[in-house]
């Protein structure tokens, strides 16, 4: 009853902030301009909705089938993207085109910001002046060069595959963090890398921007691409938005995207330089580790991150005891269950991830619940069977002698003399999932996570840092606690048994 009690209140915690009904629901993928332009949209529209910006949510396939499934309304897309990536056709369409085939989906496009980002390759200029490149095409002749590329463009219809076809590339590409891609560059580990148009990287490490010559990438111009009950449900909003409509060109973008990626300005203070009548080109100081770390979000990611965590392991101990316990008295039972949470374990995280969106059809806390308390289920039923294996037949033979019955003996002898092995698998568990729960913010979840998402769009060690040390200081704390509570248990047990 107590654990049922614990997972009652976990789950209405993760109910109580659960985005409103009425709320304009913006999404943003995972790279500093879609940060950006999802702040944009949101400031926007400030006074006119109730609008939360769920950032950083992953890829293309994850943020477009967040939007068709109802769990963003909205998010900043590019026409290149929809036509190759999304709809699989060859061109790239006008805008009404393009409504006519998304209207099947319940989806549109409209609100074009202005600016074409496309992709391109870029390598440095003092190594592309060395050998004569100037053109995609020239990349051919040297074979040897070491390709470091973004995993979404090794992967998209309208990236790699299609490129190395239409220019003969043989090179083997490194899938790399696209920001992580620009040091790399810098040091040397990689020669070639893709780029976007609009990165504010380009001039700062002095990379060329190879010419299309061949003409493979189409135009990538920004626009918003929306489900079509978003007019009729937030009709102020909407006419807000029509006011963004060509007014960003590329020079503006890459000044925003400076203000985050070179200036240190958070996302927020990027977006909200557009809203300025000029742009302020002046640098300002970076924050240092503790003004990051508690920042006005802290308590907000503190709580998104507690509410995975125990709402998680709640439901892991409800189901994993249990579990534990029919392993160890059914012996056919035995080798399925354990083998079963094992495997479970082995499955990466952000493939399971991608695996329970797809079945669940949302995107946000509660694929992140389900995969933190499959993970979670692994100590705490393989501990329950070792702790319940562990009792030597004498005290079950004492057990039977006094006439208890099977379930008595469960209840009265084994489990108390299980329990410590018990809580040792739920603190393991604990301290896994206070690390795990990190990956959630990639689908929108939440939590410290989404400061190291952040910072890998950044490269920015400051931001990770101060993601990163309060999961780390939560483990330790989250750890610490258990082990009072297993020698707080272990006392009133021992007494237990010292008593007449």
Not at 376 to 404: D, E, K, S, W
Not at 427 to 443: D, P, W
């Amino acid at each position: 009853m107590r654990f049922a009690a614990i997972l009652a209140f976990a789950l209405a915690a993760v109910c109580g902030h659960a985005p409103a009904a009425d709320e304009l629901v913006i999404g943003s993928k995972r790279f500093t301009e879609s940060y950006i332009l999802g702040e944009i949209v949101r400031l926007a529209v400030e006074g006119t909705a109730a609008a939360v910006h769920k950032p950083g949510l992953g890829n293309t396939g994850i943020v477009f089938a967040a939007l068709k499934a109802g769990s963003i309304d909205l998010y900043p897309e590019y026409t290149g993207t929809i036509a190759r990536e999304i709809l699989g056709m060859e061109a790239v369409p006008s805008i009404d085109e393009l409504n006519r085939a998304l209207a099947r989906q319940s989806l549109g496009v409209a609100v074009p910001l202005g600016f074409n980002n496309g992709y391109a390759l870029g390598m440095r200029e003092d190594l592309a002046a060395r050998l004569g490149i100037r053109r995609i095409s020239e990349l051919a002749r040297h074979p040897q060069l070491k390709f470091g590329l973004s995993q979404e463009f090794i992967n998209r219809a309208d990236g790699w595959p299609g490129l190395a076809r239409k220019y003969a590339l043989a090179h083997a590409p490194l899938g790399l963090d696209h920001g992580l891609a620009y040091e790399a560059i810098a040091a040397g580990k990689i020669e070639v890398m893709d780029l976007y148009t609009t990165d504010a990287k380009i001039g700062r490490y002095g990379l060329r921007v190879l010419e299309d010559d061949r003409g493979y990438f189409p135009r990538y111009d920004a626009l918003l691409i929306y489900r079509l009950d978003v007019p009729a449900r937030h009709p102020q909003a909407w006419r807000a938005l029509q006011g963004l409509a060509g007014r960003i060109d590329e020079q503006r973008m890459m000044r925003l995207n400076a203000a985050a990626e070179i200036e240190g300005r958070s996302f927020a203070q990027a977006a909200s330089e557009f809203f300025k009548e000029t742009d302020s080109a002046a640098p300002r100081a970076r924050r240092g580790l503790m003004a990051v770390m508690f920042a006005d979000d802290f308590g907000r990611l503190t709580r998104e991150h507690l509410v995975l965590v125990f709402a998680s392991l709640a439901a892991a101990i409800v189901l994993g005891v249990p579990l534990g316990v029919a392993a160890a008295k059914i012996k056919m039972c035995a080798q399925p269950i354990l083998g079963a949470v094992g495997v479970i374990q082995t499955i990466p995280s952000l493939a399971l991830l991608a695996f329970l969106i797809t079945l669940l059809g949302t995107i946000g806390t509660l694929p992140a619940l389900a995969a933190l308390f499959l993970y979670a289920l692994l100590p705490i039923v393989r501990n329950t069977y070792t702790g319940l294996a562990g009792i030597g037949p004498g005290m079950r033979q004492a057990a039977l002698a006094l006439g208890f019955s099977a379930p008595d003996r469960l209840r009265l002898i084994e489990l108390p003399l299980a329990m410590p092995s018990v809580l040792a698998g739920v603190k393991i568990s604990a301290v896994i999932n206070v690390g795990t729960a990190t990956i959630a913010a990639f689908i929108g979840a939440g939590g410290y996570g989404e400061r190291i998402a952040a910072g890998l769009a950044l490269n920015d060690n400051t931001m990770l840092l101060a993601g990163a040390l309060p999961a780390a200081a939560l483990a330790i704390l989250v750890q610490a606690l258990f082990e009072i509570g297993e020698r707080a248990f272990g006392r009133r047990w021992r007494a237990g048994l010292s008593s007449p």
